[in-house]
């Protein structure tokens, strides 16, 4: 039984983290310690808002008090942190908070962690389990194998070497104090829940209003995704069977390319449409709701400075020694998504426009 800390617990992964523990180990207490950025949203907990082994807590990482606080009085023996600045057009932007969260944010949790667990001892055995990305290793070409756990380091967007910032420390609390890491760093999620910044939950929104569809450069970048069920039960995997000091890459084994990828959303759109009739009274911007192709939407535009070519993962590793598999196929992925964000219009609308979140401030506090 585990007393899990989840950082980030409200964004896109940290949730789908929640539901999918609490679904799997019933009774374990799990607290939530989330910041509420523009990117977390109480709106994504909402299926388990009401669980009695859910404690949600509206805090920053970087404040080491308070999550040595956590730690020391909730018997926490288990951190599992996803809180981050996550969107690599934001850093671009404004990079100051990437290095202010990603960076000093993990360090700030490696600090409480080491005081609570290695030096006043309060629990047996402990895991500070970090979630990093696949960014960390660059950019290949077409015919490179893909990134493995052995793969140099070479960060090109400010996110990306942040991440890998927080890696280096991670993996020296490991090396120096002997604080029991791992680090997992896994390829484009996707799925519900998914803040419509990024690239697939922004073209479902797009293409259902009747709004241009941006494809940067020239659509040929290639991503690898990584349904979020599957990179939740990695972690699972991970938390249950892998070794401290260890490194796991968890990869979906679905490369695309933007514009295939988006192309492919475009004509599950398009049949959704042709066998629902309802959804064109819901969307009346929407090509398809006049028979169009959705399609027609695309628009190529200005790249991203420093754009990455191509990420592919290999995770034999976390195949072979903790048994994980991605389960979840693009085709099937991409379709669950999109009825997701059919059958979830509200939850998209309000984390759009904040509603849900200025509802639950007043209603609860
Ligand atoms: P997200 O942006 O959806 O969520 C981030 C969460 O962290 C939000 O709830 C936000 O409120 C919270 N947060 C931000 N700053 C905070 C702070 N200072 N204190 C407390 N909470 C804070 O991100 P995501 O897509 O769910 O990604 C989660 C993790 O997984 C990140 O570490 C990211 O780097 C990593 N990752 C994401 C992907 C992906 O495809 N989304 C892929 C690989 C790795
Ligand atoms: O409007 C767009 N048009 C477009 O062509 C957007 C938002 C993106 N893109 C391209 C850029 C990328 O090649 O689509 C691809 C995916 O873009 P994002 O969804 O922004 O993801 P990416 O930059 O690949 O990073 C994601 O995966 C790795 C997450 O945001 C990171 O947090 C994670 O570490």
């Given at each position: 039984?585990?007393?899990?800390?989840?950082?980030?617990?409200?964004?896109?992964?940290?949730?789908?983290?929640?539901?999918?523990?609490?679904?799997?180990h019933?009774?374990?207490?799990?607290?939530?310690?989330?910041?509420?950025?523009?990117?977390?949203?109480?709106?994504?907990?909402?299926?388990?808002?009401?669980r009695?082994?859910?404690?949600f807590?509206?805090g920053?990482?970087?404040?080491?008090?308070?999550?040595?606080?956590?730690?020391?009085?909730q018997?926490?023996?288990?951190?599992?942190?996803?809180?981050?600045?996550?969107h690599?057009?934001?850093?671009?932007?404004?990079?100051?908070?990437?290095?202010?969260?990603?960076?000093?944010?993990?360090?700030?949790?490696?600090?409480?962690?080491?005081?609570?667990?290695?030096?006043?001892?309060?629990?047996?055995?402990?895991?500070?389990?970090?979630?990093?990305?696949?960014?960390?290793?660059?950019?290949?070409?077409p015919?490179?194998?893909?990134?493995?756990?052995?793969?140099?380091?070479?960060?090109?967007?400010?996110?990306?070497?942040?991440?890998?910032?927080?890696?280096?420390?991670?993996?020296?609390?490991h090396?120096?104090?002997?604080?029991?890491?791992?680090?997992?760093?896994?390829?484009?999620?996707?799925?519900?829940?998914?803040?419509?910044?990024?690239?697939?939950?922004?073209?479902?929104?797009?293409?259902?209003?009747?709004?241009?569809?941006?494809?940067?450069?020239?659509?040929?970048?290639?991503?690898?995704?990584l349904?979020?069920?599957?990179?939740?039960?990695?972690?699972?995997?991970?938390l249950?069977?892998?070794?401290?000091?260890?490194?796991?890459?968890i990869?979906?084994?679905?490369?695309?390319?933007?514009?295939?990828?988006?192309e492919?959303?475009?004509?599950?759109?398009?049949?959704?449409?042709?066998?629902?009739?309802?959804?064109?009274?819901?969307?009346?911007?929407?090509?398809?709701?006049?028979?169009?192709?959705?399609a027609?939407?695309?628009?190529?535009?200005?790249?991203?400075?420093?754009?990455?070519?191509?990420?592919?993962?290999?995770?034999?590793k976390?195949?072979?020694?903790?048994?994980?598999?991605?389960?979840?196929?693009?085709?099937?992925?991409?379709?669950?998504t999109?009825?997701?964000?059919?059958?979830?219009?509200w939850?998209?609308?309000?984390?759009?426009?904040?509603?849900?979140?200025?509802?639950?401030?007043?209603?609860?506090?």
């Amino acid at each position: 039984m585990a007393r899990v800390l989840v950082s980030g617990g409200a964004g896109f992964i940290g949730a789908n983290f929640v539901h999918h523990w609490l679904a799997t180990h019933a009774d374990e207490p799990v607290v939530v310690l989330d910041a509420l950025t523009y990117a977390g949203n109480l709106a994504n907990l909402e299926p388990v808002r009401e669980r009695a082994e859910l404690c949600f807590v509206r805090g920053d990482i970087r404040d080491t008090a308070l999550v040595e606080r956590l730690l020391r009085e909730q018997r926490l023996d288990t951190i599992v942190h996803f809180a981050a600045e996550s969107h690599v057009d934001r850093s671009i932007h404004g990079p100051d908070a990437f290095i202010e969260t990603n960076v000093q944010g993990t360090h700030a949790m490696l600090k409480a962690a080491r005081t609570v667990w290695l030096e006043e001892r309060t629990v047996p055995v402990h895991r500070f389990h970090h979630v990093s990305t696949d960014e960390v290793y660059g950019s290949l070409d077409p015919h490179d194998p893909p990134f493995s756990e052995r793969t140099p380091y070479a960060p090109n967007s400010p996110y990306s070497a942040s991440k890998a910032a927080s890696d280096h420390l991670v993996r020296a609390y490991h090396h120096t104090y002997g604080l029991a890491t791992t680090i997992s760093n896994c390829s484009n999620n996707y799925g519900p829940f998914h803040f419509p910044e990024k690239l697939i939950p922004l073209m479902i929104v797009n293409l259902l209003h009747g709004r241009e569809l941006p494809i940067y450069g020239d659509g040929r970048n290639v991503r690898d995704w990584l349904h979020v069920s599957d990179h939740c039960r990695g972690i699972e995997c991970i938390l249950e069977r892998g070794r401290p000091g260890e490194v796991y890459n968890i990869g979906g084994g679905a490369e695309s390319e933007n514009l295939q990828l988006v192309e492919t959303l475009c004509a599950v759109a398009d049949g959704a449409f042709a066998a629902d009739a309802h959804l064109a009274g819901r969307f009346p911007d929407a090509p398809a709701a006049r028979g169009e192709k959705s399609a027609s939407l695309i628009r190529f535009v200005k790249d991203r400075p420093g754009h990455d070519r191509r990420y592919a993962i290999d995770c034999s590793k976390a195949e072979r020694e903790l048994g994980y598999r991605a389960e979840v196929t693009l085709a099937r992925g991409l379709g669950e998504t999109f009825a997701w964000y059919l059958a979830n219009e509200w939850w998209w609308r309000s984390v759009m426009d904040g509603s849900y979140q200025r509802w639950i401030e007043t209603h609860y506090r």
